[in-house]
C-alpha cells in the first residue's frame, strides 16, 4: 500500500512508436521525472498542495502531461481507501448513478473491484458503456489507450454531473478507517481528479498511463 503514483496523459502514437516496453517505461518514467513537483522548478507556483498539472515546457516535450493528485491521491494507498468507500455506500446511491459509478472506477482502481461482480445488472445509460483495457506492461499501474479514455469520458460525463448525490450516502454510510479520504470533498475530489485526467486525454485524443513512483 506504499506505492505512490504518477499519472500522466501521453500521445499514444508517439509513445508506442518505442520498439519495447521497457523503453515505452523509461520514456514515460523519464518524462514524469523531468516535470517533478519541485519548488526550484517551477518558482511561480504556490505552495498549494491541492491537484494541478504540470506541462514541460516547448520545445523539450509536446506529447505528456503529468497530473498531480495533490495531499490526497499521490499514494495507491487513497485510491484504495476510496474504493472501500464506494463499496460501502454504493448499495446506497441511486442505480443509474451506481452504475456510472462503477463502470468509471473500475478500470482506473487497479485490478477492479469486488463490486464489480454485478456489472451485468447495471441501469441508465452506463449500462451501454463498455470499457476494455489491454494487459497492463511491466511496472505500469495503469495502461489506457485512447479508445478506453474515449469510454471513460461517456462514463466520466455521467459521474461528474452527479457527485453531489453521493454526499449524503457517503456521510452516512461511510467509514474512516485509515488513509487520508477523511471526507466526502476528498472522495470526491479523487473522482474529479480522475475526470479531469479522462478529459484532457479525451480532448487530446491521447491515452493514460499510470506508474510507480
Same mark, same amino acid.
Given at each position: 500500500m506504499g506505492i505512490c503514483i504518477d499519472v500522466l496523459i501521453v500521445d499514444w502514437g508517439h509513445l508506442m512508436a518505442a520498439p519495447s516496453d521497457d523503453q515505452r517505461y523509461e520514456m514515460s518514467?523519464?518524462? +514524469?521525472?523531468?516535470?517533478?513537483d519541485d519548488e526550484d522548478a517551477w518558482p511561480d507556483r504556490s505552495p498549494s498542495v491541492g491537484p494541478q498539472w504540470f506541462w514541460p515546457s516547448p520545445p523539450n516535450a509536446n506529447w505528456f502531461g503529468k497530473f498531480g493528485f495533490g495531499d490526497v491521491g499521490f499514494s495507491y494507498k487513497d485510491h484504495f481507501v476510496a474504493s472501500e468507500q464506494w463499496e460501502e455506500i454504493r448499495a446506497f446511491v441511486a442505480p443509474e448513478v451506481r452504475s456510472a459509478v462503477d463502470r468509471f472506477i473500475d478500470?482506473?482502481?487497479w485490478g477492479g473491484l469486488e463490486c464489480?461482480?454485478?456489472?451485468?445488472d447495471a441501469e441508465g445509460?452506463?449500462?451501454?458503456?463498455?470499457?476494455?483495457?489491454?494487459?497492463v506492461p511491466p511496472d505500469h499501474l495503469l495502461w489506457c489507450p485512447p479508445e478506453a479514455v474515449s469510454s471513460l469520458k461517456l462514463l466520466?460525463?455521467?459521474v461528474g454531473a452527479e457527485i453531489a448525490a453521493l454526499r449524503e450516502p457517503f456521510e452516512r454510510h461511510a467509514s474512516f478507517g485509515f488513509g487520508r479520504v477523511k471526507d466526502f470533498d476528498a472522495?470526491? +475530489?479523487l473522482l474529479r481528479g480522475w475526470g479531469d485526467v479522462i478529459g484532457q486525454a479525451q480532448q487530446r485524443g491521447w +491515452?493514460?498511463?499510470g506508474l510507480r513512483c
Open positions: 518514467h523519464d518524462a +514524469g521525472l523531468s516535470v517533478d478500470p482506473l482502481f464489480m461482480a454485478d456489472r451485468e445509460a452506463a449500462a451501454h458503456v463498455s470499457v476494455v483495457l489491454p494487459p466520466w460525463d455521467s472522495f470526491a +475530489g +491515452g493514460v498511463v
